[in-house]
C-alpha cells in the first residue's frame, strides 16, 4: 500500500514551459486536491475532485487544469509555467464517505522552480 | 474564508503547554488539525464536527466552539516531537471544500 505518491520529486520549469504534475492513490479514496504551499501563506487548495469524472476550483485555480479519469490518478497540468507558480505541490486524497473530507493523506510533495 | 490561526509563531520549553486558535469569518460544519514538520507532507491529527465536541489523543486535544465560530488545539506537556508547523482546516458546510489557515510554527526547547 504506497498510500499518495507524487513525481517528479523536484522540477525547474522555464517561464512558459506547460508540465503535469502526477498524483497516484492506490487506498480508493473518492476525494482527491492539490494545494500549493509557500512561505507564510499556508496551504492554498487549486482544485479538487470528489470522484472519477468530477472537478472543482478551490482557492487559487488559474493558470492550473485538472482531470480525474480514474479514482486513483488526479494530474495537475501547468498550462504556460510563471515565476508566480515558484512554489511546493501537495496532492492529498481521503475517504469522503462517512465524516465528510474526513483525513486527508497527503503525498511527499513536489518543488517546482520556474526560471 | 481563510480562517486565522494565532499565534502566528510560539517557542516553549519542553514540558510546557501550549494553544493554538483557529477562527473563521463564517459559520462552521467542521475544523480539521494537521501539523507538518520541517521538509515533510502534513500529517493529521483531529477532526471536529459541529455541535461543540472536544477530541484529544494522547497529550494533543482540541475544542469547537461552533457559536464563537473558533477552535482551540491544547498541547499538553509539549515534547521535542511536538515541534513543526500546525494548520487548521475549515468547511463552512458538510459537502465543501476544506480551507486552510496559514499555521502556527512552534518550536520546543529542550
Known amino acids: 500500500n504506497a498510500g499518495v505518491t507524487q513525481t517528479p520529486k523536484f522540477q525547474v520549469l522555464k517561464t512558459g514551459q506547460s508540465m503535469t504534475l502526477q498524483c497516484a492513490q492506490d487506498m480508493n479514496h473518492e476525494y482527491m486536491s492539490w494545494y500549493r504551499q509557500d512561505p507564510g501563506m499556508g496551504l492554498r487548495l487549486i482544485h479538487y475532485s470528489v470522484g472519477a469524472g468530477i472537478t472543482d476550483q478551490g482557492e487559487v485555480p488559474n493558470g492550473y487544469n485538472v482531470s480525474r479519469s480514474t479514482t486513483e490518478d488526479f494530474p495537475l497540468r501547468l498550462l504556460s509555467a510563471a515565476p508566480s507558480q515558484t512554489s511546493v505541490y501537495f496532492c492529498?486524497?481521503?475517504?469522503?464517505?462517512?465524516?465528510?473530507?474526513?483525513?486527508?493523506?497527503f503525498g511527499p510533495g513536489t518543488r517546482l522552480t520556474v526560471t | 474564508q481563510q480562517p486565522v490561526q494565532s499565534p502566528q509563531a510560539v517557542i516553549l520549553r519542553e514540558g510546557e503547554d501550549a494553544v493554538i486558535n483557529c477562527s473563521s469569518s463564517k459559520a462552521l460544519y467542521s475544523v480539521h488539525w494537521y501539523r507538518q514538520k520541517h521538509g515533510e507532507a502534513p500529517v493529521f491529527l483531529m477532526i471536529l464536527l459541529k455541535g461543540g465536541e472536544q477530541k484529544g489523543h494522547d497529550k494533543i486535544s482540541a475544542s469547537f466552539n461552533e457559536k464563537k465560530q473558533q477552535s482551540s488545539l491544547y498541547l499538553t506537556a509539549s515534547q521535542l516531537s511536538y515541534s513543526g508547523t500546525y494548520f487548521c482546516?475549515?468547511?463552512?458546510?458538510?459537502?465543501?471544500?476544506?480551507?486552510f489557515g496559514k499555521g502556527t510554527r512552534l518550536h520546543i526547547l529542550p
Open positions: 492529498a486524497s481521503s475517504y469522503s464517505a462517512g465524516i465528510p473530507r474526513g483525513e486527508q493523506y
Open positions: 482546516g475549515t468547511a463552512p458546510n458538510r459537502d465543501d471544500k476544506i480551507i
